[in-house]
């Protein structure tokens, strides 16, 4: 792995590969479900770090959600833009900032689009946490707003540095 870049040493902790020891999914009109989840970091020189989450059915293994983007750090600043591209037809602009003292970033949408034949409904709003709860531990919380349900916990997780 390139050496961290200069600009992400206050989200230092967020580097590497992790993987979910717990991963639950909740939404008021779907049935509670399991999911297991990769998550990367990957910082390859530049003020940012490159993003892939990967998510897949804890007993079947089928691929669920997937997500690949950007987390960019404002240098000299704990401000942050995530920009994701999710694999159901929508993308995503975050942008938030990161609390050095509490290791906790906070990120809410600034934009969403969606392509035309995406299933409906249309997510509205992405709110999520990404906490780091032991030095080897993050918990990640994800609320979202579609256009008929207001903004409730869609996905909690925590995870365990796999690797980095
Ligand atoms: C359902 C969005 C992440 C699994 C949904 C729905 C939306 C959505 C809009 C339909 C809700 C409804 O019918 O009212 C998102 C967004 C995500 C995300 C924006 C990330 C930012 C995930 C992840 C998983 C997941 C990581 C699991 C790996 C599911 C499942 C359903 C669902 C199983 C119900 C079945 C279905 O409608 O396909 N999600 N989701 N989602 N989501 Fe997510």
Same mark, same amino acid.
């Given at each position: 792995m390139a050496t961290l870049h200069e600009a992400l040493k206050p989200i230092s902790w967020l580097a590497g590969r992790w993987s979910t020891e717990e991963g639950r999914g909740t939404y008021p009109n779907i049935p509670d479900f399991q999911y297991h989840e990769e998550l990367e970091f990957i910082? #390859?020189?530049? *003020?940012?770090f490159n993003y892939v989450s990967t998510s897949t059915h804890p007993e079947k293994k089928t691929p669920m959600h997937q997500e690949r983007g950007f987390l960019r750090i404002m240098p000299g600043t704990n401000k942050l833009a995530f920009m994701v591209s999710h694999n159901f037809g929508l993308t995503s602009l975050e942008e938030g900032e990161n609390d050095e003292e509490s290791k906790q970033i906070v990120l809410e949408t600034v934009s969403l689009s969606r392509m035309s034949? $995406?299933? *409906?409904? $249309? #997510?509205k709003k992405i709110k999520r946490t990404i906490k !780091? #709860? $032991? *030095?080897d531990t993050l918990e990640v919380v994800l609320f979202m707003e579609t256009d008929n349900t *207001? !903004?409730?916990?869609h996905l909690k997780a925590v995870y365990k540095k796999v690797d980095g």
């Open positions: 910082c #390859v020189g530049q *003020p940012m034949f $995406a299933k *409906p409904p $249309a #997510v !780091l #709860v $032991a *030095p *207001p !903004l409730t916990e």
